[in-house]
């Protein structure tokens, strides 16, 4: 098995990363600022969604894989993401082979009730509209 998976530690310490990240994103507004200010709430909302996103990504690579259905599930169920191409770059996150992740992505599309001709680009919008906000949100504040 490959993956960040493979060494259950490399997933645990981009876990623990990603917490000092986020730490350092909410602190982003008042930095160098002589005054400590409260970052807009739209800002911590937006990071805090953004970073949750990471964590339960990672929380799926850490856990043990039961049978492929309580993956496809529970990433279903934490993420509430229908992007294919997104659970497949999690597949190789967790380190699964090749075979493997062409059963789960039709495990997935039928689980997720995902139709061929069906695209989940609006998740996709999304999050670039979320990551624009962020981006205004940053420079209003400097």
């Known amino acids: 098995s490959s993956g960040i998976n493979a060494e259950y530690g490399g997933a645990e310490q981009l876990l623990l990363d990603t917490h000092s ?35 339960m990504i990672l929380k799926l690579v850490m856990a043990p894989s039961e049978s492929q259905i309580a993956f496809v599930e529970s990433y279903i ?39 061929d001709s069906e695209r989940a680009g609006n998740v996709v919008e999304q999050d670039s509209s979320r990551i624009r906000k962020l981006e205004k949100l940053i420079k209003k504040g400097f």
């Open 21 to 55: 990240l986020k730490t350092v994103l909410l602190q982003l507004p008042s930095l160098g600022s002589a005054v400590a200010r409260k970052p807009a709430p739209s800002f911590t909302k937006t990071v805090s969604q953004g970073m949750v996103r990471a964590e």
């Open 77 to 115: 169920n934490l993420l509430a993401d229908k992007d294919i191409g997104d659970f497949q770059k999690v597949l190789e996150m967790k380190g699964f082979k090749r075979t493997e992740q062409i059963e789960m992505v039709e495990l997935f599309k039928k689980t997720a009730n995902i139709s």
